[in-house]
C-alpha cells in the first residue's frame, strides 16, 4: 500500500540511503533550484533541506524524481500493476467512450469503498496549529525563485482544491501558484483546466469562488491531482484506488471544502470574482519561460499546518526533471482507459521531451488502409489527448518506448506527400510555438507499412526489414561465451 503521509515515507527513503539530507543554510533564489536541477538530472536521491533562507520550514525536494521513488511512495512495484488492475475491471464489458470510463472510475470507487473517510478537526494532524487572518505569513513558507527570469516566487506542488458552484462536484488540480504578498495567492489557472471553469462559473453568479490549498499530501494524493481526469471524476476516488484504502479527510476551517487529514500545511481561502494579477514569467516544464498573463489572485484568510511542518516542491525546466515519473504513471495507468475510448491502440508512449503532450507515438495492429490517419483523429478527439501536436503512429510490432526503433520506422517509411497529415486545433496553454495562443498546426506520420490499397503500388510490394535467421541467432545465443565476447 502506498504511504499515509509525506514525512513516513521521507523516513523510508533515507533509512535506504534515497534521501540526502542539506544541513547548511540555502537561498530559495536560484540556489536551491539549481542544486535540485542538477541532481534530479543525474539521477540523484530525495532531498531534505533543513535550513532554507527565511523560512524554519524544511523543504523536501525531487521525492518522486525517479521510478523507483514515485513506486514505492505509491505501494506499487511497477507501472503495471495499476494498469492490469484497471484492465482487469474492465472485463468482460469493455464499454466504449467517456461513459465507459466513467463507468469504469465507479467500479474502482466501489472497490475501494470512496468517498474518502472523514476525520475530526480533532483528529487531523494538518490542524494542530491554525493561523487566521493578520496571523497570516505566507512569507513564512519557503517558496522558490528558480530560473533567472521568473517573476517572483512560486509553490510548485500545492494541491488546488475547488469545486463547482452549481453542481457541487469536487475538483482537485495541481497548478503553480505565485507568492505576491504575505496574503495573496496567484492561480495559474489555464483555459483547459476545470478549476478554471469554477472560477468563471462563479464570477458569472457574481460569487466568490472558496479554495484550499494543501502542501506535504500522502503521495497517492500529489500523484492523482496530476491525472488528467473527466472533470466529473473524483481525484480522491482514483487516489483510494492507487493507496489500496481509503484517503483520510478533514473540513477546512474557512472555506466549505475538505482536504487531506495528513497534509502538512493548508491555506484556504476566496477568489473575488474579477480580481486579478499579472503572474509569471515562469521557467516551466516545457524547458522555456511562459509569458506574463493576469491569473486570478487569492486572498489568504486562514493558514493550518502541522505543529513542526515541512513543504514539499518541485524544480520543472528543461526535460528530464521530476515530471518524468508523474507523467510515466499517467501514461502507463491510463493505457487501458484510452483503450476503451480507442480500442485500436496497442499500446503508446508520450515522450518526456515533449513535456508528454506534445508528442504521441501510438502503436496498432493495422487492419484497412488509411487505419492510421482514423487513429490520428481519434486521439485528436480524446479528451486532454485534443492538445497533442505530434501523433505518430506505427505496427504494433514497433516498441514506441524505444525511441530509436520508432525514429527508425518514421525517418525510413514515409512518403510526406502521402503520409503526413497536417490539420489545426486546440493547443496547451503553455505552448509558445503556435503564432497565435490555444490553437496551432499539429501533425500525423503515418510511419507504419503501406499497403497496395492505399496507393503503394511499386514492383514487389513492401520490402520486408532485414532480420537475422532465427536458427542461427539461436545457435549464436547459445554459443556466445566460446567465443570469448
Given at each position: ?138 512569507d513564512a513558507l519557503p517558496a522558490l525563485f528558480t530560473w533567472p527570469q521568473d517573476g517572483g516566487s512560486f509553490f510548485n506542488l500545492g494541491l488546488t482544491h475547488t ?46 469562488l472558496p479554495v484550499a490549498i494543501a502542501f506535504g499530501c500522502p503521495p497517492a494524493v500529489t500523484y492523482a491531482s496530476t491525472a488528467p481526469l473527466p472533470g466529473d ?110 480500442p485500436d491502440i496497442v499500446d503508446y508512449h508520450l515522450p518526456e521531451a515533449g513535456g508528454f503532450h506534445n508528442c504521441a507515438i501510438v502503436s496498432i495492429d493495422k ?119
Open positions: 500500500m502506498a504511504y499515509d503521509d509525506l514525512r513516513s515515507l521521507l523516513r523510508a527513503l533515507e533509512r535506504e540511503g534515497d534521501l540526502k539530507r542539506i544541513k547548511v543554510e540555502v537561498d530559495p533564489y536560484l540556489e536551491i533550484g539549481e542544486i535540485v536541477d542538477r541532481v534530479q538530472k543525474a539521477g540523484g536521491p530525495a532531498l531534505l533541506f533543513e535550513k532554507v533562507k527565511g523560512s524554519s520550514m524544511p523543504l523536501a525536494m525531487n521525492v518522486f524524481g525517479t521510478d523507483r521513488r514515485l513506486l514505492k511512495a505509491l505501494g506499487l512495484k511497477s507501472y503495471g500493476e495499476i494498469s492490469d488492475k484497471i484492465g482487469g475491471l474492465l472485463k468482460p464489458e469493455l464499454p466504449h467512450g467517456f461513459v465507459g470510463v466513467r463507468e469504469a472510475f465507479g467500479k474502482l470507487g466501489a472497490m475501494t469503498h470512496v468517498p474518502p473517510k472523514k476525520v475530526k478537526s480533532d483528529n487531523a494532524p494538518v490542524q494542530e496549529v491554525v493561523l487566521r487572518g493578520d496571523d497570516v505569513d505566507l469545486k463547482h458552484p452549481e453542481t457541487g462536484i469536487r475538483n482537485l488540480g495541481l497548478y503553480r501558484l505565485q507568492r505576491h504578498d504575505k496574503r495573496t495567492i496567484g492561480m495559474h489557472w489555464q483555459i483547459h483546466k476545470d478549476s478554471r471553469n469554477h472560477y468563471q462559473v462563479a464570477a458569472r453568479r457574481g460569487e466568490r471524476i473524483d481525484e480522491y476516488l482514483f487516489a483510494g484506488f492507487i493507496a489500496g484504502k481509503r484517503i483520510e479527510m478533514v473540513d477546512c476551517k474557512t472555506v466549505p471544502l475538505q482536504v487531506p487529514a495528513q497534509a502538512e500545511v493548508v491555506i484556504e481561502g476566496w477568489l473575488e470574482p474579477g480580481e486579478m494579477l499579472p503572474e509569471g514569467p515562469f521557467g516551466d516544464h516545457t524547458g522555456f519561460y511562459t509569458p506574463q498573463e493576469p491569473f486570478p489572485a487569492l486572498k489568504i484568510d486562514c493558514v493550518t499546518m502541522r505543529k513542526r511542518p515541512l513543504l514539499q516542491s518541485i524544480v520543472v525546466g528543461r526535460p528530464p526533471t521530476e515530471d518524468g515519473p508523474l507523467g510515466r504513471a499517467t501514461e502507463r495507468f491510463f493505457l487501458p482507459l484510452l483503450k476503451i475510448i480507442i487492419k484497412y488502409p488509411k487505419h492510421a490517419q482514423k487513429v490520428m483523429h481519434a486521439v485528436w478527439g480524446a479528451h486532454m489527448m485534443s492538445l497533442t501536436k505530434l501523433i505518430v503512429v506505427v505496427d504494433a510490432d514497433c516498441d514506441v518506448h524505444d525511441l530509436h526503433e520508432v525514429a527508425w520506422r518514421a525517418l525510413g517509411n514515409t512518403d510526406y506527400a502521402r503520409d503526413l497529415t497536417v490539420v489545426e486545433g486546440p493547443v496547451d496553454h503553455l505552448d509558445h510555438a503556435s503564432y497565435q495562443q490555444f490553437w496551432g498546426g499539429k501533425a500525423g506520420i503515418d510511419a507504419t507499412k503501406k499497403w497496395p490499397e492505399e496507393g503503394y503500388t511499386r514492383d514487389g510490394g513492401w520490402p520486408d526489414m532485414v532480420l537475422s535467421d532465427p536458427d542461427t541467432a539461436e545457435r549464436v545465443t547459445k554459443r556466445w561465451k566460446e567465443y570469448g565476447l
